[in-house]
């Protein structure tokens, strides 16, 4: 199946409508919390709900490559705008965790960033998830030459931190965890086999033209 292809002159345009379209949830959320609408701990239930979704744009981010391989759907121009979501989802989640969690209580933050693992995994995830953001832009692209690729694989070591922050984050692992986890871990592992691979099917066409 081919999908319709959209036309250029709407490229920059269906990338702005994608970063809107990211914000709804977090936003959406928010004025719910604020207005008492949420059942339960608004808190809680936000920050999780950033969480989520932060890995949700990590997953997509890197889904980007294996669709254009396997599919042949070539949605590159939205990889940039899917994490940058990520990151600013992640750190929505920390700055809902530092000041509507803990109140800036640093003590008791930077306790549980040392104690509490899954809290610290969370940390470097968007300690490396800095840079690379910082770095989204066609600038960095040209300045860094190919140091640039060699910084953005970072992005798998960051949705592997945010599953495994996903799973150590509650008393026991669910479907709802282990379908991320096995995404990331899917995605990953593609990402180990794809030049061999691309090689064999690139040799395999090479074969079908030669005879």
């Known amino acids: 199946m081919v999908l319709p292809a959209l036309p250029r002159r709407y490229h920059a345009a269906s990338i ?9 949830p977090a936003v959406w959320t928010f004025y719910l919390g604020a207005t008492g ?5 608004p808190v809680k239930i936000f920050e999780h ?17 294996p669709l254009r ?3 042949g ?7 940039r705008a899917l994490g940058l979501l990520a990151f600013w989802y992640v750190a929505m989640h920390f700055l809902t965790y530092m000041v509507l969690d803990k109140r800036l209580a640093f003590d008791v933050i930077v306790e549980d960033i040392t104690k509490r693992w899954f809290i610290t995994i969370g940390m470097a995830a968007l300690v ?5 953001a910082l770095t989204s832009n066609s600038w960095s692209i040209r300045r860094l030459g190919t140091g640039w690729g060699k910084l953005h694989r970072l992005i798998y070591a960051v949705a592997a931190a945010g599953a495994l922050h996903f799973c150590l984050a509650v008393k026991v692992v669910g479907p709802e965890q282990l379908i991320y986890a096995g995404l990331v871990a899917v995605l990953i ?12 099917r690139r040799a395999r066409r090479l074969a079908e033209v030669g005879s």
């Open 16 to 24: 702005w409508a994608l970063y809107a379209l990211g914000l709804v």
């Open 37 to 41: 609408q949420l059942i339960g701990n």
């Open 49 to 65: 709900l950033l969480g989520i979704w932060a890995l949700r744009f990590l997953i997509l981010t890197l889904a980007i490559a």
């Open 69 to 71: 391989d396997l599919a």
């Open 73 to 79: 759907i070539n949605w590159v121009r939205y990889r």
């Open 128 to 132: 490396m998830l800095i840079p690379l």
């Open 189 to 200: 592992g593609w990402r180990l086999v794809r030049h061999r691979f691309m090689q064999r």
